[in-house]
Nanobody, 114 residues
Framework: VQLQASGGGLVQAGGSLRLSCAAS????????MGWYRRAPGKERELVAR???????NYADSGKGRFTISRDNARNTVYLQMNSLQPEDTAVYYC?????????WGQGTEVTVSS
C-alpha cells in the first residue's frame, strides 16, 4: 500500500488549498482515511479523518474551515482548507487505516504567510 499526497504550497492568510491523497495497492475498502500535521517545533496532531461510511471528525483548530471528503472508488481522500492562517503552516501527512495497519503518505508542506 502506498499513499501519494499532493496539493500543498504557499498561500497568503485567508487563502485556500486543497490537499489530495491517493492510495494504491488497495484491494478491500479502506476503513479510515485522514490527515495529520506537524508544525515546526510542535507535536504531530490530527487534523481530520473520515470513515468509509463518511463519518468525519475534526480537530477544533479546523472546524468550520476545513472539510475532509473521500472518493472510495478512487481510494482518495481530500482536505479542503479555507481561511488559512499562519498557524496552519505545517507538513500535512495523509494516512489510511487498512486491514488493521496504518499507512502514511510522504507529507506535503503547507505554508501560510501573514
Amino acid at each position: 500500500v502506498q499513499l501519494q499526497a499532493s496539493g500543498g504550497g504557499l498561500v497568503q492568510a485567508g487563502g485556500s488549498l486543497r490537499l489530495s491523497c491517493a492510495a494504491s495497492g488497495i484491494i478491500f475498502s479502506i476503513d479510515v482515511m485522514g490527515w495529520y500535521r506537524r508544525a515546526p517545533g510542535k507535536e504531530r496532531e490530527l487534523v481530520a479523518r473520515i470513515t468509509s461510511g463518511g463519518r468525519t471528525n475534526y480537530a477544533d483548530s479546523g472546524k468550520g474551515r476545513f472539510t475532509i471528503s473521500r472518493d472510495n472508488a478512487r481510494n482518495t481522500v481530500y482536505l479542503q482548507m479555507n481561511s488559512l492562517q499562519p498557524e496552519d503552516t505545517a507538513v500535512y501527512y495523509c494516512y489510511a487505516s487498512y486491514r488493521g495497519l496504518n499507512y502514511w503518505g510522504q507529507g506535503t508542506e503547507v505554508t501560510v504567510s501573514s
